[in-house]
Nanobody, 124 residues
C-alpha cells in the first residue's frame, strides 16, 4: 500500500509561483514514474506533468509547458511540481499519482495510487 500526500497549494495572484510537493510513504516509489494531474470545477481531471523513475525524462501538457517543472528526489520519496507564471486557468485541485512500469504516463487510468489533492487558486 502506498500513501501519497500533496502539499504546497494555496492562493496566488496571476503571474505568481507555487511549488507543490508529493510525499510518498508505505513503500519506495523510486522505481516508478510519477505524475501530476488537475481537476477544475465542472471539468474532467487532466494530465499536467509526469516524470520517469530516474527523473531523466519529463512530460508536460502543452498548456503548462515552459511554466511548470516536475522533479523528484528519490532519496526523499518525494515528487515536486514547480509552477511559475500562474494563470487563472491553472486554478484546480492538483493530484499526484503513482504510475506503473511500461505504461502510458498520460493516461490517468494507468496510475495505481492517488493523493487526496491540494487546491491551487490563481486570482486575476
Amino acid at each position: 500500500q502506498v500513501q501519497l500526500v500533496e502539499s504546497g497549494g494555496g492562493l496566488v495572484q496571476a503571474g505568481g509561483s507555487l511549488k507543490l510537493s508529493c510525499a510518498a510513504s508505505g513503500r519506495t516509489v523510486s522505481r516508478y514514474p510519477m505524475g501530476w494531474f488537475r481537476q477544475a470545477p465542472g471539468l474532467e481531471r487532466e494530465f499536467v506533468a509526469a516524470i520517469s523513475w530516474s527523473g531523466a525524462i519529463t512530460y508536460y501538457a502543452d498548456s503548462v509547458k515552459g511554466r511548470f517543472t516536475i522533479s523528484r528526489d528519490n532519496a526523499k520519496n518525494t515528487v515536486y511540481l514547480q509552477m511559475n507564471n500562474l494563470k487563472p486557468e491553472d486554478t484546480a485541485v492538483y493530484y499526484c499519482a503513482l504510475g506503473q512500469l511500461q505504461s502510458s504516463v498520460f493516461n490517468q487510468h494507468e496510475y495505481t495510487y492517488w493523493g487526496q489533492g491540494t487546491q491551487v487558486t490563481v486570482s486575476s
